[in-house]
């Protein structure tokens, strides 16, 4: 008899567990796509707007520096400098070149070269902020030649006569810009180079970081071969640090544009995918609990009915009907309900009808002796119990060989179905019997019957038979013989030795002449 499965093997917990396992590998497929798909991303995001953080610095001191060359083209192309350069104007020194027009200026060094490169005049403040101011190199006037010697360099491998500009990232930071000495009026050929250098000061920085609004640094950097790209470096959940070199003399030197930069836009865009993620498991994760209630209201509570009632099928009750909440189910639980009830009732009429033919006589329709040998049993037990008596008589039907060779065995059958059903008639009350025990002979029980009774009912039996006056040969007609035995209330008497002793009232019967009803003797009780 099949059991109800084991805890685990149940559907709901197989189910279950299957769908544990779905939900921890789509997480896990979530974690590396939040890994390896969105995190990048997002990063990749940071550096883009890291590096556009960096271009507004540069963009800044783009601003500065056209603000330097500006400024020196305007010097350059003033008429006096033409001339001082030309050696016609000496008062220019005096009149332009003193410390407080270069601080006005906010230039930390002017520089005019002779067309060649050649320093002609330089003026500016040293390191501790003294000012000097001599003819041709710094030097002369104990100044640091190494930027004036860069530039008159660059000068004497020829420049074209535009406005140039570089980064300068010597020990001071600064901006340097250089553009040939004009005529303002006259196409004559430029007399010189004019440069003006403007640091790159804490006050500049500064200003640089209130106009952004990033803090950052600048500061020279030796480099090694190609510039490399931006750099940036996470130093916590909220703050990078991003880093670029910008190209800047002398050579072999960059200007290290470096800055710290809030890193909310990652936290944000992070906050955002954690916001969605958090709604979207809580969405999926409540349409998960409402599937797998209705899956355990539609599917699951219903089948475990099914199973409980199929198994107290096989325990005991038998007859139950399957209940009506799974029989008018609509859906395939009905359907399969309707169809096990079906089943059901196929084999219950199978199992009847095997019953009737295990019990029964193909040919009659009367009881078997196996359903007599059970009767017989059960009304003896009673009898025994003094609940009643019992009354058994065997009945032959008289010369049925001779019957059977005149008329043939198909009109034989044909009367022992006639006789069959005129006893069958006869004894019809609950609780008596008829069999066919042998070819022509029968046995009937008659519980209940008093001991009077028996020979009254086997003559009575007998007469109708009779009366059925089914013609014989060479007999006038067909008749039966009775033996009857019985056993009282109270008595235990065994069948065999009830059928012994009607048997033996039949066969007297038979002897003395059949048609006629003999009782068994008490020499034949037992
Ligand atoms: N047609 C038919 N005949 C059967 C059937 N069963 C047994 N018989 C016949 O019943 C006959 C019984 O004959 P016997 O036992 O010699 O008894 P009888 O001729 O009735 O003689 P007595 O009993 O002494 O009166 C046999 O010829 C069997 O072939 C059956 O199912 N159908």
Redesign the pocket.
């Known amino acids: 008899m099949a059991s109800m499965p084991p805890r685990f093997s149940s559907l709901r917990n197989r189910f279950l567990a299957a769908l544990a396992l779905v939900v921890g590998v789509a997480a896990l497929i979530l974690a590396l796509i939040a890994r390896y798909q969105i995190a990048p991303i997002l990063l990749e995001d940071e550096s883009r707007y890291a590096s556009g953080e960096l271009d507004r610095i540069e963009r800044a001191l783009g601003n500065e520096r056209n603000h330097l060359q500006s400024l020196v083209e305007d010097w350059a192309w003033w008429d006096d400098t033409y001339a001082f350069v030309g050696g016609t104007r000496p008062e220019y020194v005096d009149s332009n070149l003193y410390a407080g027009a270069l601080e006005t200026l906010g230039v930390q060094l002017m520089a005019f070269f002779a067309p060649d490169g050649a320093p002609y005049w330089t003026a500016g403040f040293d390191r501790q902020g003294a000012f000097w101011s001599c003819a041709g190199h710094p030097e002369a006037c104990e100044g640091s030649r190494e930027l004036t010697d860069q530039l008159g360099s660059r000068i004497g491998q020829g420049l074209d006569e535009g406005t140039h500009s570089w980064l300068w990232a010597g020990d001071a930071p600064a901006l340097i810009a250089l553009t040939p000495i004009l005529k303002s009026q006259e196409d004559a050929p430029a007399n010189g180079w004019l440069a003006m250098v403007m640091p790159l000061s804490e006050a500049l920085v500064a200003q640089l970081r209130e106009t952004t609004g990033i803090e950052l640094t600048l500061r020279g950097q030796t480099v090694e071969g190609a510039m490399a790209d931006d750099r940036l470096e996470r130093l916590s959940p909220t703050r990078m640090r991003v880093t670029r070199d910008l190209a800047a003399l002398p050579a072999g030197q960059a200007l290290r544009l470096e800055a710290t930069l809030p890193r909310q836009r990652y936290q944000a865009s992070l906050e955002t995918f954690r916001f969605a993620l958090v709604w979207t498991a809580g969405v999926l994760a409540v349409t998960l609990i409402v599937v797998l209630l209705l899956l355990e209201r539609m599917i699951l509570r219903p089948l475990r009915d099914f199973a409980r009632f199929t198994q107290q099928l096989g325990r005991h009750a038998h007859d139950q009907q399957t209940p009506e909440s799974l029989i008018g189910r609509r859906d395939e639980i009905g359907i399969l309900a309707r169809a096990f009830q079906h089943l059901r009732q196929c084999q219950r009429h199978q199992h009847d009808l095997l019953l009737e033919l295990s019990q029964h006589d193909a040919?009659t329709g009367l009881a078997n002796r196996r359903l007599l040998d059970e009767h017989l049993g059960e009304v003896l037990a009673r009898a025994a119990q003094g609940e009643h008596g019992v009354t058994l008589m065997l009945v032959?039907?008289?010369?049925?060989?001779?019957y059977?060779d005149h008329f043939g065995?198909p009109a034989?059958?044909a009367c022992?179905r006639k006789v069959a059903e005129t006893m069958r008639q006869h004894f019809s009350r609950p609780g008596q019997l008829v069999a066919r025990t042998g070819?022509?002979e029968f046995t009937v029980v008659l519980p209940g019957a008093p001991p009077e009774a028996g020979p009254r009912m086997a003559e009575s039996l007998r007469a109708a038979i009779e009366r059925l006056a089914i013609p014989h040969h060479p007999y006038p007609r067909v008749t039966i013989s009775v033996g009857v035995s019985h056993v009282e209330a109270g008595q235990a008497r065994a069948a065999e030795s009830l059928i012994e002793s009607a048997d033996a009232a039949l066969y007297a019967a038979?002897r003395t002449g059949?048609n006629r009803v003999q009782v068994e003797t008490a020499l034949n009780r037992v």
């Open positions: 040919l032959d039907i008289d010369h049925f060989k001779a059977n065995h034989g059958d022992l070819g022509e038979k059949r």
